[in-house]
């Protein structure tokens, strides 16, 4: 049984930084992909940044410069480092992750693992 724990959220003021941990129960390098996710009131999912088993990384175009994904394997933990946050990155977040696919989809039902979330709230 494969669990992602989340932690690290909470509030801050428009500019501030956070830093999401996602820690896994199997070891990181296992999984194909592991990526971040989140999901504002009344929106659909999105998905924020992904790295694939040999450390690519992707972004949606909204967090390219201000976020930065990274993996500890000695820690099996998945970081999503938050810089300059703005009021819209308001959100609860969730760690996901695959044991088999490739972090081509983004799709969320293409993840069989999730976290429980962690919300960040920025205000301004």
């Known amino acids: 049984q494969v669990q992602l724990v989340e932690s690290g959220g909470g509030s801050v003021q428009a500019g501030g930084s956070l830093t999401l941990s996602c820690a896994t129960s199997r070891y990181i390098k296992d999984f194909y992909c592991m990526g971040w996710f989140r999901q504002a009131p009344r929106k659909e999912r999105e998905g924020v940044a992904v790295?694939?088993?040999?450390?690519?990384?992707s972004y949606v175009e909204s967090v390219k410069g201000r976020f930065a994904i990274s993996k500890d394997n000695s820690k099996n933990t998945l970081y999503l480092q938050m810089n300059s946050l703005k009021p819209e990155d308001t959100a609860m977040y969730y760690c996901a992750a695959d044991l088999w696919r490739s972090c081509g989809s983004w799709y969320p039902p293409d993840f069989g693992y999730w976290g429980q979330g962690t919300q960040v709230t920025v205000s301004s």
């Open positions: 790295i694939d088993i040999s450390d690519s990384t």
